[in-house]
């Protein structure tokens, strides 16, 4: 049973210049967030996607933005990359169980020069 | 306001001792969930143990356990007889609501080292 898959793994970015990121979810999975985290710091939430729409948005600029396809699997893109857009993004799926346990995959280390 | 603190930015311990990881919350809710992840260094954050604000007894998984104390608003993680795999981040995070979208909110995390 494969887990959450990301990719790239690492990536190196110059500043102005879009990525995207992407990510599938667990088997029988139909909910994915992204989080970003930088150096020393916990998970800070971005988006969530479910029935391939954004759920819910967490306080990040509309340079970040989002899909999900029908297979559940899905991107994060960033535009005009700052200095500070280099961190791990860290994408999560979930089934919706009463718990809500976060199945992360392991991520994708951006660095923006 | 932080949802989620904690204060111990590292701990060392050492092989087959018991060590607590501490972490306070703060919600208004009087339905949440509480979590604990460990992220190695490879990135993965790895699920450990939840704890429900309605359940009576403390969670346990393991060698980890979870003490509750609801009045004080902490949620501290047990790890018994620590191993060298151990060392590692761990987080603490609490998601407000049942049910819903499941958005939990991470703490800045404690960096754990266990050494022989």
């Known amino acids: 049973d494969a887990g959450v898959t990301q990719s790239p793994t690492h990536l190196i970015k110059t500043r102005g210049q879009q990525v995207t990121l992407r990510c599938s979810p667990k088997s029988g999975h139909d909910t994915v967030s992204w989080y970003q985290q930088a150096l020393g710091q916990g998970p800070q939430f971005i988006f969530q996607?479910?029935?391939?729409?954004?759920?819910q948005r967490g306080n990040f600029p509309d340079r970040f933005s989002g899909h999900q396809f029908p297979n559940y699997s899905s991107e994060l893109n960033v535009n005009a990359l700052l200095l500070g857009d280099s961190a791990l993004y860290l994408c999560a799926s979930i089934y919706q169980t009463d718990t809500g346990e976060l199945f992360f995959g392991e991520g994708s280390r951006l660095t923006v020069l | 306001a932080q949802k989620i603190t904690q204060t111990q930015p590292g701990m060392f311990v050492q092989e087959k001792e018991a060590v607590t990881l501490d972490c306070t919350y703060d919600t208004s809710d009087p339905s949440y969930g509480l979590f604990w992840y460990k992220q190695p260094s490879s990135g993965e954050m790895i699920f450990l143990i939840y704890?429900?604000?309605?359940?009576?007894q403390n969670a346990t998984e393991g060698r980890y356990s979870l003490n509750f104390q609801k009045a004080r608003k902490s949620a501290n993680l047990v790890i018994s007889a620590s191993q060298l795999g151990d060392s590692a981040m761990y987080f603490c995070a609490m998601r407000e609501g049942m049910g819903g979208s499941y958005i939990p909110t991470f703490g800045r995390g404690t960096s754990l080292i266990v050494h022989p």
């Open positions: 996607y479910y029935e391939e729409e954004e759920r």
């Open positions: 704890q429900g604000s309605y359940d009576q």
